[in-house]
């Protein structure tokens, strides 16, 4: 079946940039997402890209697309402290497909 | 705030007992989606429901049941509660079956214990 993987955990200086990595299995995937998962919350849609796009950009946002290789990333500008979560990448195949989700650490 | 409200927030059950947990979808949106979240994991699929009916399911057993409302919102019934079944369950509604943007609530903490 189809799988989602991501890294585990990472740590960033405050005001550096956070680059998440994220690959997938599915070759016919339509749209890929990113949420965010903030202590004892639910998920907060950040962003998606469709398939047949490479790059999408959303304020400090960044969503890179490699489809031969099914690699996607997230890329923070300027992290904050308030950036401090898990961010979960997702393929949509009718229903949404996790990884097990990146754990962000913003420190001083 | 997404407009996905779920209730109960949090939940303590026994093991072998049933559980019914609620979700009112977005306004607009016609589709909600079921996931259950254990601890350090990401969210896996339960069902998905679209105008009513059931359209879609994951590897989760006949226990895991569920319904929608003429007004979209929905139920997910456990039966006969395990203790593996302790996670949070998030409701996700979106408008069409395809998911294109789906919203997600905070979630039910459920324990069993």
């Known amino acids: 079946g189809e799988d989602v993987e991501q890294s585990l955990f990472l740590s960033v200086r405050e005001g550096d940039s956070s680059v998440i990595n994220c690959t997938y299995t599915?070759?016919?995937?339509?749209?890929l997402y990113w949420y965010k998962q903030e202590p004892g919350a639910g998920l907060q849609l950040l962003t998606y890209?469709?398939?047949?796009?490479d790059m999408k950009q959303d304020q400090r946002l960044t969503v890179l697309l490699n489809k031969k290789d099914k690699h996607l990333s997230l890329r923070i500008a300027d992290t904050q402290t308030g950036d401090s979560a898990i961010y979960f990448c997702?393929?949509?195949?009718?229903?949404?497909?996790f990884g097990a989700g990146t754990r962000l650490a913003v420190h001083p | 705030e997404t407009g996905v409200t779920q209730s109960p927030t949090h939940l303590i059950k026994t093991r072998g007992q049933q559980v019914t947990l609620r979700c009112s979808s977005q306004?607009?949106?016609?589709?909600v989606s079921w996931y259950q979240q254990a601890l350090g994991q990401g969210p896996q699929f339960i069902f998905q429901y679209y105008r009513e009916e059931e359209n879609g399911r994951g590897n989760f057993p006949p226990r895991f049941s569920g319904l929608q409302f003429p007004n979209y919102s929905s139920e997910l019934n456990v039966n006969a509660l395990e203790l593996d079944d302790s996670a949070l369950y998030l409701c996700?509604?979106?408008?069409?079956?395809?998911?294109?943007?789906?919203?997600f609530g905070q979630g039910t903490r459920l324990t069993v214990v």
């Open positions: 599915d070759s016919s995937s339509t749209y």
């Open positions: 306004s607009g949106h016609n589709t």
């Open positions: 996700a509604s979106s408008s069409g079956y395809r998911n294109t943007e789906a919203f």
């Open positions: 890209i469709f398939s047949n796009m």
């Open positions: 997702a393929d949509l195949d009718n229903k949404l497909i």
